[in-house]
């Protein structure tokens, strides 16, 4: 299989961001890396909820966001948005 090429410009190519950006690019061009990143929210959800954290876990979940435009306002708990 090619190695997937990055969308970096060439005169980007070297520089210390790139460096970093480019493994990044490289593991979301993956087909699996949106599976292995709710893996992980998953595990560390699950962490926090029984550890010494959970009440601030769950503190959190219950807070509320909102999103307004213009009159309409959308105000829902964290745990809808996700949901």
């Known amino acids: 299989m090619a190695k997937p090429t990055t969308k ?15 493994p990044m690019q490289e593991f979301i061009q993956q087909s699996t890396s949106s599976g292995i990143v709710l893996i992980a929210a998953a ?14 876990y769950f503190g959190v979940l219950n807070s509320y966001m909102s999103v307004t435009i213009g009159p309409f306002e959308l105000r829902e708990t964290v745990l809808h948005w996700i949901n």
């Open 43 to 56: 595990v560390l959800a699950l962490i926090l909820a029984n550890s010494p954290l959970a009440d601030l």
């Open 8 to 22: 970096l410009a060439n005169h980007w190519s070297e520089t210390p961001v790139a460096n970093i950006i480019r």
